[in-house]
């Protein structure tokens, strides 16, 4: 088991940065996969970034690719995602997600993951 909380979200201006955090309890977080994903109203959830469990892999949606980085310190238990030069349709609750890591998870398919986070709203204005 392991529990995931997001923060970091806020509401900014087109062009700003915003960097989240999603810190992990219980089990050890090395073991696992981490993503994030986004969910705007009246949309489907959709996936942002993902990064195995050793950092050595990540997988951005092709969109975002070049404005959002994913990176993990699993000393610290945490997964950041650094988000840059944002913009309105980035606006979204953003949902931190995390499997066990056998090395054949599909990184960016949200059903791949067994645990979420509560997500944390981002607002960009223009």
């Known amino acids: 088991q392991v529990q995931l909380v997001e923060s970091g979200g806020g509401s900014v201006q087109a062009g700003d940065s915003l960097k989240l955090s999603c810190a992990a309890s219980?089990?050890?977080?090395?073991?696992?996969?981490s993503g994030w994903f986004r969910q705007a109203p009246g949309k489907e959830r959709e996936f942002v970034a993902a990064i195995n469990r050793s950092g050595g892999n990540t997988v951005y949606a092709d969109s975002l690719k070049g404005r959002f980085t994913i990176s993990r310190d699993n000393a610290e238990n945490t997964v950041y995602l650094q988000m840059n030069s944002l913009k309105p349709e980035d606006t979204a609750v953003y949902y931190c997600a995390a499997e066990i890591d056998n090395g054949y998870l599909q990184l960016g398919v949200g059903a791949s993951y067994g645990y979420w986070g509560q997500g944390t709203q981002v607002t960009v204005s223009s």
């Open positions: 219980g089990r050890i977080f090395s073991s696992y996969a």
